[in-house]
């Protein structure tokens, strides 16, 4: 969960690219109506009627068919109206999947089920991420998160020390990528364009529907300080910096602020770095 790489033009190859997610967005369909609730991979085990469930696993979008359906091909409808695709159904299935990647178009999608040219039942379901920071914070301050998995063992404190991890969250219905963070404001290193896209050693992060993902930094954000940064003093430094996440899916940069405060020190290695939620 983590990157580094050139960036240039990298925003919109990301965007062409379908990736491997773990997303789970489950409705129960029910004469054509969906139930339970997004993202928490429940069915209605009282669910009549040829669609039994449909579900995004991962980045597929599955169709399950029930014991009695008489179906013998389903189509997926896109938010504008087109054909996303569609599937024939086997003798004796009772399950077909769709591809949809992460970068689908977010929106309302129909699932239709037919026999020949008749359509047997169809239904909608709402596949849209919604992606936001809940939480930042430094090594000096969270020594129990993988920073060595992340970084490696070899890597000593001050690298580590210098770089953050990001707590995102996705509360949406569907699966997103991030595929850039920065940090800008009072840090000690603030990069508004970080090489690589600012994640570290991947190009981008993909967090399923209901999840919860740790993003960790590349950038240096609290590292040495540069000719733009804000530094350590053993009175205190008082700042607010930016957090920011680019999504793949909703092409949407999500930000979140914070007041920081550096104290204790006239050296960023041995600074304590306070921060609170402004």
């Not at 949809?100 to 020949?116: D, F, K, M, Q, S």
């Not at 939480?135 to 060595?148: A, S, V």
């Not at 508004?192 to 190009?203: A, C, F, I, S, V």
Request: with cysteine.
């Amino acid at each position: 969960m983590t990157q580094n790489y050139p960036h240039i033009s990298r925003r919109n190859a990301l965007r062409t690219v379908a990736g491997a997610a773990l997303a789970s967005v489950a409705g129960c369909l029910n004469n054509g109506d969906s139930s339970g609730t997004p993202g928490d991979g429940t069915t209605d085990s009282e669910s009549k009627g040829p669609l039994k469930r449909v579900a995004v696993d991962g980045t597929t979008l599955v169709v399950e068919l029930s014991d009695e359906a008489d179906v013998d091909q389903v189509n997926l409808i896109q938010p504008n109206g087109e054909l996303f695709g569609k599937r024939d159904v086997a003798a004796g299935a009772q399950q077909v999947s769709f591809e949809i990647g992460t970068t689908y178009e977010p929106g309302e999608y129909r699932v239709v089920a037919l026999n020949g040219e008749e359509t047997v039942v169809e239904s909608t379901e709402e596949i849209r991420p919604q992606v936001e920071i809940r939480d930042i914070g430094l090594y000096r301050n969270n020594p129990d998160k993988p920073w060595d998995e992340v970084y490696g063992e070899s890597q000593t404190d001050r690298k580590k020390n210098g770089e953050a991890f990001v707590t995102v969250e996705n509360t949406g219905s569907g699966p997103d990528a991030v595929v850039e963070l920065q940090f800008t404001g009072d840090v000690p290193n603030p990069i508004e364009d970080p090489r690589g896209g600012g994640l570290y050693e991947t190009e981008r992060v993909v967090i399923p529907p209901g999840e919860t993902i740790d993003l960790f930094s590349s950038s240096f954000p609290f590292g040495t300080e540069t000719a733009d940064g804000m530094g350590c003093s053993p009175d205190g430094n008082s700042g607010q910096f930016t957090a920011a996440v680019e999504t793949q899916v909703s092409g949407d940069q999500v930000s979140k602020t914070y007041e920081v405060q550096y104290s204790g020190s006239n050296d960023m290695t041995d600074c304590e770095v306070t921060i609170t939620e402004s």
